[in-house]
């Protein structure tokens, strides 16, 4: 209390938006990181490696779109078209142009920004909903768009095989070798989450997206450039998606237009819905709750994409704001 | 002393005219106050000036340069700030975040400093011990200041303020214009306010424009237009029959 008495004497306002608790905070994280990868070490089971696996690349996905849906309020539907992107482009540098897999990722990234792009300017024309709309056209257009790639080779309906291993400075990480795997996407995903929440929001964009979604007009008013950071929301958000996308690729050695199926779409939706939006770490250990119940559900085989409703339902009666809203507000 | 200036600005909103043919300056430094019946156009005249909404034709000036086409964001990096009818803040972020953004916003689209300091802001609005508190917990008399505080944060030189004493009880509308009065005279920033009660008015304002259906009726001292007998007959007029 007095300290932040003697900060308001000179003008000093404290908020994450200036840094106030980014220290402890991040060792909180990196610590919460650490155990991760040690656990990773212990764990003796590959199978579980291989479920971390997934969670951690879907961690990217689900951040990068509470970045744009949660956090900017842009009701973006493409995030599995920023990483279906991500995916078969570093797939398709890697098998046609030789560039090694960890290079190819990087590439991925600035195809995620192209495409980032490429949805946002027909989207920023349009308001509210009709964002919903047009965004999820992209994504029910792509599949049969994939499907006419067949002739610049991007396999058609069987998708792409045989995508080359990642090669970390000289040493092939084949798919089996999980425990690798699983320090590497953790490594990854914890360098894009960290940037999306600890340095992307809690930064000038972020405070310029929590504005606009809001106030929009208020937010106008004091100065937002709203197209650019709307832009930024778009290209942020499918950069870090298409860099999932690429890790997913050369992990799984194949990508289809599955993908882009109902279930992958679905399982991103239960995430963002049971984890809550616009609030750190909800999203993320939605992401966590969701892939590791599916798995322990396996056995109920038929009923485990009702059990997976059921939750759904159960989270938005009794916990309207998700998991995040266990917690209190940032800050 | 002209600071901004409206020439034959017309707004169309499909067939309907809500503004026709609008003429007039504002004089840098003083109060301005809008007034006229419900409807009459005061919002749209507002919006028009701070960008808003774009004039369908006529021309908009200010510092003598022309900003008709400029949007929003572009005239509050020129000075043109803006507060509204409803305060709709920041709601998740702390009362001290809502007035951070305005200095941080305002300081990126001008490209330099805002020239006003947290510290004059947190002066005239006495928020300096609500900066913690949640902005969705304000009530609003609350609100209004930090509305008026995000604003002042964007380093304006003329605020347009959109009935800012609208829901306030008598008690607050004497606090507020307090407020507002000394916006004016420490920082020396023009102010349009766009009110109904004529009495605060007459009390705050150095001018008053009127304006009916869209449409420019006169623009004096308080004392000759609040005697003129067509605006006693349009403003109060209506009053009476309410
Ligand atoms: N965006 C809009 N589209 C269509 N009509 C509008 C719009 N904004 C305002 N109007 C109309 O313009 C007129 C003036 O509105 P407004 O400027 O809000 O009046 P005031 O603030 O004086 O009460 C009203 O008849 C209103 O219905
Ligand atoms: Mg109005």
Not at chain 1, 28 to 37: D, E, G, K, Q, S
Not at chain 1, 99 to 112: C, D, K, R, S, Y
Not at chain 1, 170 to 186: A, E, R
Not at chain 1, 309 to 331: D, E, H, M, Q, S
Request: charged share 15%; net charge neutral; with cysteine.
């Amino acid at each position: 209390m007095s300290s932040s008495k003697t900060k308001t004497e000179n003008s000093h306002i404290t908020s994450v938006f200036t840094g106030a608790g980014l220290r402890q905070h991040s060792l909180v994280y990196w610590a919460v990181i650490a155990a991760l990868a040690l656990a990773g070490g212990l764990i003796g089971d590959s199978y579980i490696h291989h479920i971390f696996i997934l969670v951690f690349i879907w961690c990217v996905v689900i951040a990068s779109w509470d970045l744009i849906l949660g956090y900017a309020g842009i009701f973006n539907y493409a995030q599995l078209v920023f990483f279906t992107f991500g995916a078969y482009g570093s797939a398709m540098l890697s098998i046609y142009a030789g560039v090694t897999p960890l290079l190819a990722i990087l590439a991925a990234a600035g195809i995620g920004a192209v495409i980032g792009v490429v949805v946002a300017v027909p989207s920023l024309r349009l308001k509210g909903e009709y964002v919903a709309l047009f965004t999820f056209a992209v994504h029910l257009a792509l599949p049969p768009l994939i499907q006419q790639g067949k002739a610049i080779g991007m396999g058609g309906n069987t998708g792409l095989l045989g995508i080359p291993w990642l090669n970390l400075f000289g040493y092939q990480v084949s798919s089996i070798d999980k425990l690798t795997w699983y320090w590497v996407s953790l490594a990854i995903g914890a360098i894009c989450v960290y940037l999306i929440y600890f340095v992307i929001l809690r930064g000038r964009m972020g405070l310029a997206f929590i504005a606009m979604r809001d106030a929009d007009t208020f937010a106008l008013a004091i100065g937002v450039n709203e197209y650019r950071y709307k832009m930024l929301a778009f290209v942020a958000s499918a950069v870090f998606t298409a860099v999932a996308g690429g890790v997913y690729a050369h992990y799984t050695g194949v990508v289809t237009p599955r993908v882009l199926g109902t279930e992958f779409f679905l399982m991103a939706m239960v995430m963002l819905a049971i984890g809550g939006m616009g609030r750190f770490p909800g999203a993320v250990l939605g992401v966590f709750i969701v892939v590791i119940g599916n798995e322990l559900l396996r056995s109920f085989d038929d009923y485990r994409l009702l059990l997976l409703g059921v939750a759904v339902v159960l989270t938005v009666i009794f916990l309207p704001l998700g998991v995040a809203g266990l917690f209190r507000k940032r800050g | 002393m002209t600071q901004m200036s409206l020439e034959n600005v017309t707004m169309q909103f499909g067939s309907f005219r809500a503004l026709t043919d609008m003429s007039f300056h504002i004089d840098r430094g003083e109060i301005l106050g809008v007034a006229g019946p419900n409807g009459a156009g005061k919002s749209t005249l507002m919006n028009v000036c701070t960008g808003g909404l774009r004039a369908s034709s006529g021309q908009v000036s200010f510092n003598g340069r022309d900003v008709t086409r400029f949007k929003r964001h572009a005239r509050c990096g020129l000075g043109i700030a803006q507060t509204f009818q409803i305060p709709t803040l920041l709601s998740s972020l702390t009362v001290g975040e809502n007035l951070l953004a305005g200095q941080i916003f305002g300081t990126e689209v001008r490209g330099e400093a805002t020239g006003i300091s947290m510290d004059e802001i947190l002066f005239l609005t006495q928020l300096e011990d609500s900066l913690q508190m949640d902005a969705a917990q304000a009530d609003l008399l609350t609100r209004k200041r930090i509305m008026l505080g995000a604003a002042l944060a964007t380093g304006p030189e003329i605020i347009f303020m959109d009935e800012p004493l609208g829901g306030l009880n008598a008690e607050e509308i004497v606090e507020f214009l307090q407020v507002i009065r000394h916006v004016r005279e420490e920082l020396g920033i023009t102010i349009v306010m766009v009110e109904h009660k004529t009495r605060a008015l007459a009390e705050i304002a150095d001018r008053v424009l009127i304006i009916n259906f869209g449409e420019f009726v006169m623009l004096d001292t308080p004392q000759v237009v609040l005697n003129d007998e067509h605006v006693v007959e349009i403003y109060l007029g209506k009053k009476h029959d309410a």
